[in-house]
């Protein structure tokens, strides 16, 4: 579907960044929506040790000048990063954003947004789960904001994401009930 929706919208031969996420597993796919709409790239999927043949159709057809993979080796392995690396010229134009676990990963993937882009607002919602972070996707995308996942299970937020929301001094939007 990941490789339809791109032939669909996105220019053949167009030169540009491709956003890779690990198709079986949700988290990462969530942050990387509104990079992926940021950057004008295709999100394309993969799995932890291979890449299907529609996203190789799709990157045959885009021809993408580089790569940023979202997600540790553990979600997409150095051998799948090998194997993207062919179709960008070697390892040096293709970029990995990942923490430790799901939620840092989402803090490196608003990180690198807050690097590049002017963050407008942050979307925090549960990692636990997918839909809510899904419906904050588009919002994220449309008015220039990132999609934060945070342990929803917690009663509070941990001291480091508390703290990294408290650096970025822009309005936070949660998204799901309190349960």
Known sequence: TAAAVSERY?????????????GLNFPDALSASPLAT????????????????????GLDRLDPLSITIIGSEGVVSAAVAAQLA???????????????????????VVDRLDEDYTIQRIFVATGRDFPDALAAGPAAGKVGGAVLLVDGSRGALDASTASFLDSMNVPVTLVGGPS
């Open 10 to 22: 996105a220019i053949d031969g167009a030169d540009r960044d491709i956003v890779i996420v690990n």
């Open 38 to 57: 940021r950057l004008n790239a295709p999100l394309l999927m993969v799995t932890q040790n291979a890449i299907p043949a529609a996203t190789l159709a």
């Open 86 to 108: 062919t179709y960008v010229g070697g390892a040096a134009n293709v970029t990995r954003i990942a923490g430790p676990n799901r939620y840092a990963t989402s803090r490196a």
